[in-house]
């Protein structure tokens, strides 16, 4: 059950949900953006969301994620639909929209951690799966200070989807 988030010191912020625990902008310090820190829950969802005008540049320095980006229409600059669809099948999502979005699907791991950080530009839908039996750990850079006005958010009902 989620609940607001608290204030850290330095003016940093804690929450925790079913989904994982966040760490944010525990760097106060930095001119540009926020540097956080998700602690991701086996099988946890955290899908979808995007943002006008901040990018992220995210790495899994413990466990592993599929991070999706996704546009959210039949542009093929996306693909791997049957990624997408397994997520749905998994959350049981019984009614599928007619123009189905194209998702690539990002595997990131402490393995690849040394390839450095998946850029996610504005505009992009997106969100991670833990499909492991452990913990992962997200860290992720946003290049504009968290304020809540720069986040849309992608529920099953906002999409019209039916669950069951």
């Not at 929450?15 to 902008?25: A, E, K, L, P, Q």
């Not at 829950?41 to 901040?54: I, K, S, T, V, Y």
């Not at 397994?86 to 998702?103: A, C």
Request: aromatic fraction near 10%.
């Amino acid at each position: 059950m989620s609940q607001p988030a608290t204030s850290m010191n330095h003016g940093g912020r804690f929450h925790i949900d079913d989904r994982g625990t966040r760490y944010c902008s525990i760097f106060p310090n930095i001119g540009e953006g926020d540097i956080n820190v998700t602690v991701v829950e086996p099988h946890a969802a955290a899908l979808w969301h995007r943002h006008d005008r901040q990018a992220d540049y995210q790495i899994v320095v413990k466990g592993a994620l599929k991070i999706g980006m996704c546009n959210m229409s039949a542009d093929p600059f996306l693909e791997e639909v049957d990624e997408w669809r397994k997520i749905r099948n998994k959350h049981m999502l019984t009614h599928w929209p007619q123009d189905e979005p194209f998702v690539k699907w990002h595997v990131l791991s402490e393995r690849n951690a040394n390839e450095g950080p998946l850029y996610i530009p504005p505009g992009i839908w997106h969100g991670c799966v833990n499909y492991t039996n452990e913990q992962a750990i997200l860290i992720y850079h946003i290049t504009n200070k968290y304020d809540g006005t720069d986040e849309d958010r992608c529920s099953v009902e906002d999409m019209g989807w039916i669950i069951e």
